[in-house]
């Protein structure tokens, strides 16, 4: 899954979209009202980041409310994680063999 997401994350436009619903929930007009793209644009990049579950989506009346979904960020976050610990030792490693050589 992490992949998929990494995926959706890579097009500009998706990514700008999933930082605006991450920092305020929103139905895809206002989203449209700040982008360069049409509304059914917004609406299939939604699509794409729904599928990659890093947006999550609930009915208000007749509107969608996206909102950043926290599931698909944990992922996104193990992932990150697992190579921060492995930077760190190579780092740590690196800086032993610098003081002892």
């Known amino acids: 899954m992490e992949q998929q997401a990494w995926d959706a994350l890579a ?10 619903v ?6 895809v007009q206002p ?5 360069p793209v049409s ?3 917004v609406s299939q990049h939604l699509k794409v ?3 990659a579950g ?6 208000e009346g007749t509107r969608q409310i996206y ?9 996104l976050r193990r992932w990150m994680d697992e190579f921060w610990d492995e930077a760190l030792a190579n780092y740590q490693q690196e800086f ?6």
């Open 39 to 41: 509304r059914p644009a």
């Open 11 to 20: 097009d500009p436009t998706r990514r700008q979209i999933f930082e605006l």
């Open 49 to 51: 980041l729904l599928q």
């Open 31 to 35: 989203l449209a009202d700040q982008l």
């Open 54 to 59: 890093l947006v999550g989506a609930k009915r």
């Open 96 to 101: 032993r063999e610098d003081k002892n050589g």
């Open 67 to 75: 909102f950043a979904d926290q599931r698909g960020l944990a992922g």
């Open 22 to 27: 991450a920092r305020h929930p929103s139905h």
